[in-house]
């Protein structure tokens, strides 16, 4: 799979299982997802889905798909795929499949982890706008939304607070730089402190500058969501569940 993203939720399986299944639970936290409506089931066939999905914050593309699930892994573990395309003209993605792996961890919680792959549409130019663009920020957004849910599930907080809480952290963040880079070009200021003017100059950029590393670089707060919370390359290699293997031929 072109993507990968664990992370681990301590959390009830069926709790979990029910966040991420459940269509009108899914999209709140999701933060790629607009909408998915399952379609009637046919006997014998994969459920079948259309779907509404985020591709810039005032662009929605539309595309259907089919979906499976196992619940009866050995080692106590569930498994949900999916394979998916849209023909929307604004739709980054021509089509693609994924699944999602709930690993029960040793009484610790749950190992939720996702792999998945598409082809983009486009040609070289969306193959390149693919792998420079729109591919980091998939996995920024999926990496986001599975510690969204996380912090739903483990600390109560839900997905609505939380995005409140990442807005607001940071505006605060870039306050700080546009109030440190504003600092650094008041030189004529310090002359103000006479025989400490000196001193001031000194301390003045040094501060500013562990400010702004700060701003850049600490560590979100716990109750706001964070990509890098998320592992994004597997521990051992990862192999195609059976049950998207079974979708295949519904593609």
Same mark, same amino acid.
């Given at each position: 799979?072109?993507?990968?993203i ?19 639970q ?6 790629r ?18 779907? /509404? ?15 499976a699930?196992?619940k ?22 021509a ?72 807005? /607001? ?83």
């Amino acid at each position: 799979m072109g993507l990968y993203i664990e992370t681990r939720i301590r959390a009830d399986l069926d709790e979990l299982w029910a966040r991420t299944q459940d269509p009108a639970q899914h999209r709140r936290w999701d933060l790629r997802v607009r909408e998915i409506q399952y379609l009637p089931r046919t006997h014998g066939r994969p459920r079948r889905f259309r779907y /509404a999905a985020r591709v810039l914050p005032f662009l929605t593309v539309s595309g259907t798909g089919v979906a499976a699930s196992e619940k009866d892994g050995p080692d106590g573990s569930r498994t949900s795929a999916l394979r998916f395309s849209s023909r929307h003209p604004f739709s980054p993605v021509a089509e693609g499949s994924g699944y999602w792996r709930y690993v029960p961890d040793g009484g610790q919680g749950v190992r939720f982890l996702a792999g998945y792959d598409y082809r983009p549409r486009g040609g070289a130019f969306g193959a390149m706008a693919d792998r420079l663009v729109f591919r980091p920020l998939t996995g920024w957004a999926t990496a986001w939304s599975f510690d969204r849910l996380r912090l739903w599930l483990e600390r109560g907080i839900t997905p609505e607070r939380a995005l409140a809480n990442w807005l /607001a952290e940071l505006v605060v963040r870039a306050l700080v730089l546009t109030m440190c880079c504003a600092g650094l070009g008041l030189e004529p200021v310090v002359r103000v402190f006479g025989e400490f003017a000196a001193a001031v100059a000194y301390l003045c950029p040094l501060l500013l500058m562990v400010a702004m590393s700060l701003a850049l670089l600490k560590e979100p707060l716990a109750c706001t969501p964070a990509a890098r919370r998320c592992l994004r390359t597997p521990v051992t290699q990862a192999c195609t569940p059976r049950v998207l293997r079974t979708l295949e031929k519904y593609g």
